[in-house]
């Protein structure tokens, strides 16, 4: 982690995932075993040590809410760690300081990153006096050493050194890899509590406890989380007072409960690396309780514990995901304002679709939280004060200026021509608004509708030149970056009237020539943002999707190749006596395909449906050029892949007077 937001999210994180665990827990205590309630901790643990996800919260929407609170703070700061626009990306739990702080923010990470370094300073010098101390130690006489042995070697044990440490309370074991058995000096030490201690041993509880101590450095500024690891070391001690009573029986077990009550009231003597059995007179309460309630749980309840434990793992580790939040994208103040650009930032585009969706819906409603969800990051302090340029009374207005030639643009969708994927990764393509109005080239100007009043209140029937269906095309080429994809405008917007892709370059073009012919094959791809196709060419705009809302997850709603075709008959070449003449074509999915010409009739293949074309000249008819033109399309609905693979092959059959002459292939080894 980079900077005190990073760290306010993990630690806020950490603590929902421990809030969720304890209740689990609660509700669990008297249904699965000691050892599900200790181990269950695992999951806090790898929740720790785990970068979290930014776009997902444990529980509650966290990451939004911390984004929120960056950007207000950082608004009126000039960090060094942090800025108000850049997206908070946890990596590595621990802190990594790579230049001089330079506001408060700043200073208050460098005092977190130091008060990390004093307790694990703090924990270490601890364990290292204990050492030190159990160094100076004498060693256990033979007589106590062979007691520990016998014991160890009656429960199937591992045994270690002893040393008698005088004024000792309670036995405890020290050290994870060489390990020693402290036992106090004066007196013989029970058999149960070296039977618990020798279990703590055998389990590397001391090993656990390090590193329980590791993780509780890293949150030592949350009171809460302390509280759950202290809670976590007494589940330790729950499971090893488990692990004694099931090796004993009858009254013995009576009698470890006895040993316990009488530690009610001694000194805690816990260190980071050690193991006791004596862990707090309240802690130890409580331990009882679970010794009178004490039972062995049948072969079948570790499956079950298993089970609970992963379901539990999944929300904490992978988080919950957090649905956009409904009215933060037209924001009344500057709060407002912040948490829609956080949501902007923390639900990056994950789909081309997306991001055109979102960029289109922006630019069409002057919208720029829609734009920054489709836009670089670097963009976003731009968008701010376009927003803000006129804001009065506490309203913040959108100032994104689309430009005239979008006053009258659809929103609810558009056509996205020749989405064609680059070397580099990224696509380009050509986005296509329908207007809702019709304008009038005479005076340069704008109509929602013929029979109606114009803007300036005049009556749109005096005075109006040709009407024209029009359609906004913004050139555009959308590539990965800053965790998503983004859109950026790479030509200027133009008005054209018409298809809109006659005003294209085509995608591809094909040219074959034959012995009555030539023909000339152009491919122009379109995919629906928003829209609706149906077999015949008649799209419904809004009908599949609305861009006025955000989806940055979105598909294309449709996928359609169009093949035009032009075939130049040379006259001379046609056999005397011709009257007419036809050509039918038809897609292919690869080249090697034989194409089945069945004039009239609809084939289908390869999974995509569609229309073969044909056409027919008449050779009596003076004023015919000789040109006989036709489109083949192929569509398919749903079609959410960018790179969903569109047969451009295509295979033409020219007949004279219905009679088969001449078959034409266009593909790319005949260009």
Known sequence: MHNIWEFLLQTLSVSAAAALLLIVKALLADKLPPRWQYGVWAVLALRIVLPVPTGRGVLLPLPLWTEQLKALTEAQLHSAYSA?????????????????????????????????????????????????????????????????????????????????????????????????????????????????????????????????????????????LQWVFARIGNDMESLCDQRVLERLEGERRRDYGRILLSMANERYPRAPGTTSLSNGGRSIARRIEAIVRFRKYPRGMALASVCVAVLLACPVLAGTETALPAGVWHPHNEAALQRSLATARLHRCSTPAGA????????????????AMASPLSEQESLVRQMNAAAADGWVPYHIDGGWELTYARREGCVVYNLAPQPDGSYTAVAALSTSGVFDEANERWLRDPNETDPDGEDTQDGVGEQQEAAVL??????????????????????????????????????????????????????????????????????????????????????????????????????????????????????????????????????????????????????????????????????????????????????????????????????
């Open 84 to 224: 108000p626009f850049r997206p908070l990306a946890p990596g590595a739990p621990l802190p990594w300081i790579t230049q001089a702080p330079q506001s408060v923010t700043d200073w208050l990470f460098v005092g977190y990153a130091a008060g990390i370094a004093a307790a694990l300073l703090w924990y270490l010098a601890g364990f290292v006096r204990l050492r030190l101390l159990l160094l100076r130690c004498a060693p256990a006489s033979a007589e106590t050493q062979a007691h520990v042995d016998s014991v160890a070697a009656a429960y199937g044990l591992r045994a270690c050194r002893a040393v008698s440490v005088p004024g000792l309370p309670s036995a405890f074991v020290c050290g994870a890899f060489r390990p020693v058995l402290a036992l106090p000096a004066d007196g013989e030490t029970d058999e149960l509590v070296l039977l618990h201690e020798l279990l703590h041993l055998r389990y590397h509880d001391a090993l656990q406890s390090a590193l329980w101590c590791l993780l509780r450095a890293m949150h030592w500024c949350n009171p809460f």
């Open 356 to 371: 055109l969706g979102c960029y289109i819906g922006g630019v069409t409603q002057d919208n720029g939280v829609l734009l």
């Open 474 to 671: 913004l050139t555009v080429t959308v590539q990965r970056a800053d965790g998503g994809w983004v859109v950026r405008e790479t030509a200027p917007r133009r008005v054209v009237f018409g298809e809109p892709s006659d005003a294209l370059e085509p995608l591809s073009s094909f040219t074959a020539q034959g012995q009555y012919a030539q023909a000339e094959l152009t491919v122009h791809t379109a995919r629906g943002l928003g829209a609706s196709y149906s077999p015949g060419g008649v799209i419904t705009v809004g009908a599949g999707g609305d861009l006025t809302q955000p989806n940055p997850d979105a598909a294309f709603a449709y996928t359609e190749l169009q093949a035009a075709v032009r075939c130049r008959f040379d006259r001379a070449a046609v056999p005397p006596g011709t009257q007419s003449v036809a050509v039918e074509g038809m897609l292919l999915n690869a080249p090697g395909d034989t194409p089945a010409f069945h004039p009239g009739q609809t084939p289908v293949s390869g999974g995509w449906s569609g229309q073969d074309n044909a056409a027919e000249g008449c050779l009596n008819d003076e004023a015919w050029d000789g040109t006989l033109s036709l489109c083949i399309s192929r569509w398919a609905d749903g079609n959410d892949s960018a790179d969903a693979p569109l047969p451009a092959y295509c295979a033409l059959q020219l007949s004279f007077d219905h009679t088969a002459a001449e078959t034409l292939q266009l593909w790319e080894d005949e260009a």
